[in-house]
């Protein structure tokens, strides 16, 4: 199994940045998959998950209406468009497969390695 995530950077507040993670080692198309971020001394958190066909959507209220998750089962990839973005959003992102669809850290089987994202003036 391998989680390959990109799209990470520096954007200033309020700017926009679309995170990619490509799948690959199994049938992507039969599980939940999420993004998660570690902020500097703060526990990793979920911020967006998604269901196995992609009809199911959650968000914690830090990131609602401005984060978007999505997926193409075609390409094996999941996607994270993230507007609005704060200084708060600074953290290092992390693509994860869930073995069951709830946006919990104890549900991850695999993570993949992060993405720097910094919000900053």
């Known amino acids: 199994v391998q989680l390959q995530a990109s799209g990470g950077g520096l954007v200033q507040p309020g700017g926009s940045l679309r995170l990619s993670c490509a799948a690959s080692?199994?049938?992507?198309?039969?599980?939940?998959t999420g993004w998660f971020r570690q902020a500097p001394g703060k526990e990793r958190e979920g911020v967006s998950c998604i269901s196995s066909n992609g009809t199911g959507t959650y968000y914690p209220d830090s990131v609602k209406g401005r984060f978007t998750i999505s997926r193409d089962n075609a390409k094996n990839t999941v996607y994270l468009q993230m507007n609005s973005l704060k200084p708060e959003d600074t953290a290092v992102y992390y693509c994860?497969?869930?073995?069951?669809?709830?946006?919990?850290?104890?549900?991850?089987?695999?993570w993949g390695k992060g993405t720097q994202v910094t919000v900053s003036s």
């Open positions: 080692g199994f049938t992507f198309g039969n599980y939940a």
């Open positions: 994860a497969r869930l073995f069951i669809h709830y946006c919990n850290i104890p549900n991850v089987d695999y």
